[in-house]
Nanobody, 131 residues
Framework: EVQLVESGGGLVQPGGSLRLSCLAS????????IGWFRQAPGNEREGIAC????????YYADSVKGRFAISSDNSKNTVYLQMTSLEPGDTAVYYC????????????????????????WGQGTQVTVSS
């Protein structure tokens, strides 16, 4: 069974850094795209980053570009989201998700990462940015 488990969320001060992890199991990790999404109360789910484990290509939403970095350790079946210069607006539940099709290609072309491209999801981890 495909499983994704996020970890690393917590409370951090504005300007601080945090690294989220997504541990994957139940599928061939390096054949899939792994995305990061976030959702704050009352808001739609926002796609913020995606990584192709096959070729290493990446996508970032404008809202996080230059501050967040997605990476992977394929030997550990883990994708990371390194977040720096965190702002209160980054407060949300963060989810990782897996796609076996063309989500990253679509994102690069359309400038948006769509939740419906992803079939498998983790349960989310809360990130709160506050002083």
């Amino acid at each position: 069974e495909v499983q994704l488990v996020e970890s690393g969320g917590g409370l951090v001060q504005p300007g601080g850094s945090l690294r989220l992890s997504c541990l994957a199991s139940g599928f061939t990790f390096d054949d899939w795209n792994i995305g990061w999404f976030r959702q704050a109360p009352g808001n739609e789910r926002e796609g913020i980053a995606c990584l192709s484990n096959k070729d290493g290509s990446t996508y970032y939403a404008d809202s996080v570009k230059g501050r967040f970095a997605i990476s992977s350790d394929n030997s550990k079946n883990t994708v990371y989201l390194q977040m720096t210069s965190l702002e209160p607006g980054d407060t949300a539940v963060y989810y990782c998700a897996a796609d076996q099709s063309a989500a990253i290609t679509t994102a690069q072309i359309m400038g948006a990462l769509y939740p419906w491209e992803f079939a498998s999801w983790g349960q989310g981890t809360q990130v709160t940015v506050s002083s």
